[in-house]
C-alpha cells in the first residue's frame, strides 16, 4: 500500500496528489524539526554515550592538549551535543487518552504508532496531554491537556442550525454565500415554503424544481426523500416531532463514469481564537452505485441514484470495494483531480473555490461556538484547549462549482469495511482508501497540535545565546570531536510532509471582512453577565442599549423591552434550548439587524450593521477607557474616594473589543451624532 498522502498509481500530473493543483493555496510544507517526543531512553543514549565519552578522552588522540584543556573547561561542542542528546532521549512521550474514540481507534492507534507516542486505551488516572473523543466534547470530564472536540460543534453542524448561521450570513453576503442551497425549515417555515415555490412557479412555468428533505438530526442518509411538490411532504406526526430542512436539489452534478459522487474533504479546526484553519490535500470521491438520470416521478426513490451517502449505497449489489485510489465506489479526491486535469479541467481554480467554501463555512459557525466554548469553558478558570476534524460534503455542479451539502462534527474515521463473505455472515476487511487518507489526516492533526512543540522551540530559543560559543569550538575540533549528525535528526524525518495544510490565517485579509457576525457575539458575550450561560436576560439587554447609546426620544427603553420579549418568544418557540430562559444569539443577531436598519436607512444590510458595531465598539472603549482612568486615581489616592460612576452592570471588557485610538475615531464619532435616530 502507498503511503498515506501519496499520490495514486497511474496518475501522470502526480503533483496534484502530492501538491494539489491549486498550489498557491495549498503550499509545500518543510518537516518539523526537533527530536521525536516518543525517542524512548534507549533510543537516545547511545549517541549521548559516545559523546560522553569522547568528552572524558578529551579532544582525541590528534587533538593538541591545550585544546583538550579548553574542552574540559569549556565543555566541547560534541560533549554538550551528547548530553542534549541524553536529555531528549529521557524527555517524556506525549501522552493519548483513546478511551473514548470509539470507531476512530484503530486509525487513531497506527498514527500513535507513526509519532511514537504514548498511548492509554483505558484511560489514565494522571492527567493525559490529549483527550481524543469519538462523540463530543462532554465523552469525558476534562479539565487540562487538548481535546479533539469543541463544546457546541455537535449542536452548530445539525442541518437546521448550519442552514439559519449561512442563511444569516447570506442576509449580509448573498453573492458570497451562493455554496448552499436554498433552505426552509420544517415546520415552522412550512406555510412560506409553499408560498415561495408556488410564487416562483407563476413567475416562471418552465421551471420544475426537486427538493430534497432532510431530518434535522439524521445521518447515514436516514430519513432523507425527494419530492416534486410541497404537497408531498410527510407532513405527519414526524415532521412535528423530528424537524426537518428542505433543500432545493441540485440537479445537474458532476458525472465520472455516468456516476453522480460527493466529496469528503478533512478541515481541521485547530483554534478557534485566534481562528486557525487546516484543509486536508486529499479526501474521499463517493459514488452513487446507479447510472444517474435527472430527477423524475419515476426514479425519485432510487436512493442509489440520487444519494452519495456510503452507508446507503454499500448495500448496493453493484458497490465495488476496491484496493485502487481509482476505482471502485470509493475513490481518493486527488485520483478525481488528476482525472479532471486530463480533461484540461483548471483545478487551480477548483481547489480555490473550495477552499473559499471551507473558511466561509467556519465563518458563518465560529459565533455561536464562542458562545458554547465560552459556557464549558470560562474565560480565567482551567480546562482543556480544543482542535476537531470536521467532515465537508461537497458536491461538484456539471459547471464545477462546488456547492456545500452538509458538515460533520463526527466523520467516519474507520479504516475497514464489512465484507459479506457468505449470506448474513460479515466479516470486516482493511479498506486500503480509507486508510491511506483519514490516517494521514489524524497522524498530520496529532503533529500540529503537539504539546512537546512549544515545549521544544523554548528549549531551542534557550541555545541560541550558545551558538557563537558552539560554532567556534566545532571550526577547533577535530574530526574526532565533532557530533554525530544522526543525533539532531528531526523527529519527523521518517514522516511524509504534513497533508493539512493553513488556509486561515493565511488568506485572513481576504476574509475577515465577513466576521461582522463574530463582532456582534463578541458584543453579545460581553453582556451576558454570569460566565457559563448562552442566553441574555432582559437586565443584560438592556445595559447592552443604555451603554451603548442606543436609545433616545424615538427609541425608549419601554421600546426596547418590547424589542427584547417579541424576538426572544418568537425564538424560543421555534424549539430553541429551552435550558435556560433569556435571549438566543441568533435572535440577539436578529435584534442587532432590526436595530442597525432603524438606525441607518440605507441599504445594504451589511453596511448598515458595519456601522452600527463600529459605534457599539467605540462607545464601549470609551466606558472602559473611563474605568481605566478611574481605576487608576483610585489606586493614586489610596484614602480618597474617586467618583466614577457606571451605569447597569459590571462589564469585563472582551477581548474581540480592543480599546480604539481616540484620535482615528473621532472624526467616526462626529459622523454618528449625525445618524441619530
Known amino acids: 500500500m502507498e503511503p498515506a498522502g501519496a499520490p495514486p498509481r497511474g496518475c501522470a500530473p502526480a503533483r496534484e496528489a502530492e ?29 549521548a554515550a559516545a559523546e560522553r565519552e569522547r568528552g572524558r578522552c578529551g579532544a582525541g588522540p590528534q587533538g593538541p592538549p591545550g585544546r583538550a584543556a579548553r574542552g574540559r573547561g569549556r565543555r566541547a561542542p560534541g560533549r554538550r551535543g551528547g548530553e542534549e542528546g541524553g536529555r531528549a532521549g529521557r524527555r517524556p512521550r506525549v501522552t493519548v487518552d483513546s478511551s473514548k474514540a470509539k470507531t476512530s481507534l484503530e486509525a487513531l492507534k497506527i498514527s500513535l504508532r507513526q509519532l511514537r507516542w504514548r498511548e ?27 481535546v479533539n472536540k469543541f463544546p457546541g460543534m455537535t449542536e452548530m453542524v445539525r442541518k437546521i442550525t ?5 442563511r444569516t450570513m447570506q442576509d449580509l453576503f448573498p453573492l458570497e454565500y451562493n455554496f448552499y442551497p436554498r433552505s426552509w425549515i420544517l415546520p415552522e417555515e412550512f406555510p412560506l415554503f409553499v408560498a415561495e415555490v408556488h410564487m416562483m412557479k407563476d413567475s416562471d412555468p418552465s421551471w420544475k424544481p426537486t427538493f430534497i428533505v432532510k431530518p434535522d438530526g439524521g445521518c447515514q442518509g436516514d430519513g432523507i426523500y425527494l419530492i416534486k411538490d410541497p404537497s408531498d411532504i410527510r407532513l405527519t406526526g414526524s415532521i412535528q416531532s423530528r424537524p426537518a430542512v428542505v433543500q432545493e436539489y441540485i440537479c445537474k452534478p458532476l458525472l465520472v463514469d455516468k456516476l453522480k459522487f460527493d466529496i469528503r474533504l478533512y478541515v481541521l479546526l485547530k483554534s478557534l481564537e485566534p481562528l486557525e484553519i487546516y484543509i486536508a490535500k486529499d479526501g474521499l470521491s463517493r459514488f452513487c452505485t446507479e447510472p444517474y438520470q435527472e ?40 485520483s478525481i483531480l488528476c482525472r479532471l486535469s486530463s480533461r484540461g479541467v483548471d483545478v487551480k481554480k477548483l481547489w480555490s473555490d473550495i477552499i473559499s467554501l471551507v473558511i466561509k463555512t467556519i465563518i458563518a459557525l465560529t459565533p455561536e461556538l464562542k458562545v458554547y466554548y465560552q459556557s464549558d469553558i470560562p474565560a480565567g478558570k482551567p480546562g482543556p484547549t480544543c482542535f476537531q476534524i470536521l467532515g465537508f460534503d461537497i458536491l461538484l455542479m456539471k459547471n464545477l ?26 466479516e470486516n476487511v482493511p479498506s486500503p ?8 489526516v489524524i497522524r498530520d492533526t496529532l503533529r500540529l497540535v503537539d504539546p512537546q512543540k512549544k515545549k521544544r522551540k523554548d528549549v531551542q530559543c534557550q541555545t541560541l545565546e550558545h551558538v557563537s560559543e558552539a560554532k567556534e569550538e566545532l571550526l577547533d575540533a577535530g574530526p574526532a570531536e565533532r557530533p554525530d549528525r544522526d543525533a539532531g535528526r528531526s523527529p519527523e524525518a521518517g514522516l511524509p510532509s504534513l497533508c493539512l495544510k493553513q488556509v486561515f490565517p493565511k488568506y485572513a485579509k481576504q476574509f475577515n471582512y465577513l466576521r461582522l457576525v463574530d463582532r456582534v457575539a463578541a458584543l453579545f458575550i460581553r453582556f451576558l453577565g454570569v460566565k457559563g450561560t448562552t442566553k441574555l436576560g432582559p437586565t443584560g439587554f438592556r445595559t447592552f442599549i443604555r451603554n451603548c447609546k442606543l436609545s433616545n426620544s424615538n427609541f425608549s427603553m419601554a421600546s426596547v423591552d418590547i424589542l427584547y420579549i417579541d424576538i426572544t418568544r418568537r425564538w424560543n418557540s421555534m424549539g430553541i434550548d429551552h435550558k435556560e430562559s433569556g435571549m438566543c444569539l441568533q435572535a440577539f443577531v436578529e435584534a442587532f439587524f432590526c436595530l442597525a436598519q432603524k438606525k441607518y436607512k ?10 452600527l458595531i463600529e459605534f457599539c465598539e467605540y462607545h464601549l472603549a470609551a466606558l472602559d477607557e473611563k474605568r481605566l482612568v478611574c481605576g487608576r486615581g483610585i489606586v493614586e489616592r489610596r484614602s480618597a474616594v474617586v467618583p466614577c460612576q457606571t451605569d447597569g452592570l ?28
Open 650 to 677: 459590571h462589564l469585563t471588557p472582551a477581548a474581540q473589543t480592543p480599546l480604539l485610538n481616540r484620535m482615528a475615531t473621532a472624526g467616526k464619532f462626529a459622523d454618528y451624532r449625525n445618524h441619530r435616530y
Open 295 to 334: 430527477p423524475t416521478l419515476k426514479n425519485l426513490h432510487q436512493v442509489f441514484m440520487h444519494l452519495t451517502n456510503y452507508s446507503l449505497n454499500i448495500h448496493s449489489g453493484n458497490f465495488i470495494h476496491s484496493d485502487n485510489v481509482n476505482t471502485g465506489s470509493k475513490r481518493t479526491f486527488s
Open 602 to 611: 440605507s441599504p445594504p444590510l451589511h453596511e448598515q450593521v458595519a456601522s
Open 19 to 47: 501538491e494539489p493543483p491549486g498550489s498557491a493555496a495549498l503550499p509545500a510544507e518543510e518537516p518539523q524539526g526537533g527530536q521525536p517526543a516518543g525517542a524512548t531512553p534507549e533510543e537516545g543514549a547511545l549517541p
Open 120 to 146: 492509554f486505551p483505558f484511560g489514565r488516572r494522571l492527567p493525559c496531554d490529549i483527550y481524543w473523543h469519538g462523540v463530543s466534547f462532554h465523552d469525558n470530564d476534562i479539565f487540562s491537556g487538548q
Open 433 to 440: 482508501v480509507d486508510e491511506e487518507v483519514k490516517v494521514a
Open 401 to 426: 462549482k462546488p456547492m456545500l451539502l452538509e458538515v460533520n462534527a463526527n466523520p467516519s474515521m474507520r479504516i475497514e469495511h464489512e465484507q459479506e463473505l457468505s449470506p448474513g455472515v460479515f
Open 162 to 166: 448550519l442552514s439559519r448561521a449561512v
